[in-house]
């Protein structure tokens, strides 16, 4: 690690299998990372990392619950009771390719941490909430990716992002026989087929255009991508950029949402 952002960084020798020092390192966590600031006035907004159906095979009707979504609360406080908007929800393509989104609309009925029931829940962790979603929308992970938080409070749905981008250097994890070096990443080409990561979501992107920077440009390349599905963010949101490489995505970069099309609401 000499030479990189990690040299000084310590190193906590651990066995989750064996549970050795694992307290250690919940105790470094602890005492030596500092709390990052929480916004608990704004409007909540939650990204989506898992989904369930909590019904167990041949429940009866009228004890069927509504989906669950968990994941981690980025900022603002939901309640029990809270009317609630996820977005983009549900997405259907037309017969000429054109996307277009249904916003699911719902209202919380319960709100968990681990095995804890709450009344409210802040940013920090992880929380699973508990909807009137219809339950076949949320099993199998079918909401990862999405965005959570008040009714009509919630970011625009984009299907195409201009994106001011930086690539590495060189590709991470892989070598080539030539001197064992990493190979070097080449530039972004157009019409080039991308995976992007943008919060919790992953969607392919393909590139439309590209912009060089310089001293004109602010010193940053640009990027327009059409991305394959919506996705629910705000301008100024960081973003991953992979490209596939031996049949593996690797990835070569990183940027931030400039502008962006929104998408067709159904």
């Given at each position: 690690?000499?030479?990189?952002?990690?040299?000084?960084?310590?190193?906590?020798?651990?066995?989750?299998?064996?549970?050795?020092?694992?307290?250690?390192?919940?105790?470094?966590?602890?005492?030596?990372?500092?709390?990052?600031?929480?916004?608990?006035?704004?409007?909540?907004?939650?990204?989506?990392?898992?989904?369930?159906?909590?019904?167990?095979?041949?429940?009866?009707?009228?004890?069927?619950?509504?989906?669950?979504?968990?994941?981690?609360?980025?900022?603002?406080?939901?309640?029990?009771?809270?009317?609630?908007?996820?977005?983009?929800?549900?997405?259907?393509?037309?017969?000429?390719?054109?996307?277009?989104?249904?916003?699911?609309?719902?209202?919380?009925?319960?709100?968990?941490?681990?095995?804890?029931?709450?009344?409210?829940?802040?940013?920090?962790?992880?929380?699973?909430?508990?909807?009137?979603v219809d339950p076949t929308l949320t099993r199998a992970d079918r909401l990862v990716g999405h965005v959570l938080g008040h009714r009509g409070f919630l970011p625009k749905v984009y299907i195409e992002v201009e994106v001011s981008y930086y690539l590495l250097r060189r590709l991470l994890g892989v070598r080539t026989q030539e001197g064992g070096r990493a190979a070097r990443v080449d530039d972004l080409a157009r019409s080039e087929v991308l995976l992007v990561?943008?919060?919790?979501?992953?969607?392919?992107?393909?590139?439309?255009?590209?912009?060089?920077?310089?001293?004109?440009?602010?010193?940053?390349?640009?990027?327009?991508?059409?991305?394959?599905?919506?996705?629910?963010?705000?301008?100024?949101?960081?973003?991953?950029?992979?490209?596939?490489?031996?049949?593996?995505?690797?990835?070569?970069?990183?940027?931030?949402?400039?502008?962006?099309?929104?998408?067709?609401?159904?």
């Open positions: 690690m000499a030479g990189t952002v990690a040299e000084t960084a310590p190193i906590i020798p651990i066995s989750a299998v064996l549970k050795y020092n694992i307290d250690v390192v919940s105790q470094y966590l602890v005492e030596r990372i500092p709390l990052p600031v929480r916004d608990f006035v704004s409007h909540p907004h939650m990204i989506v990392i898992r989904s369930f159906d909590v019904n167990k095979p041949g429940e009866e009707v009228e004890n069927l619950k509504g989906g669950v979504a968990g994941g981690s609360i980025m900022r603002g406080v939901l309640r029990m009771g809270d009317e609630v908007e996820v977005r983009p929800g549900i997405v259907v393509k037309s017969a000429n390719d054109q996307v277009k989104y249904t916003p699911i609309f719902s209202r919380i009925v319960s709100l968990k941490a681990e095995e804890n029931d709450l009344e409210f829940a802040v940013p920090g962790g992880l929380i699973g909430v508990g909807t009137c990561n943008i919060g919790s979501t992953s969607t392919g992107g393909k590139v439309q255009a590209i912009k060089k920077g310089g001293k004109a440009g602010g010193g940053s390349d640009m990027a327009k991508i059409a991305l394959m599905s919506p996705v629910c963010t705000i301008v100024g949101e960081k973003i991953a950029i992979s490209r596939r490489i031996d049949r593996h995505w690797r990835l070569i970069g990183w940027g931030t949402i400039v502008r962006g099309v929104e998408c067709e609401q159904a």
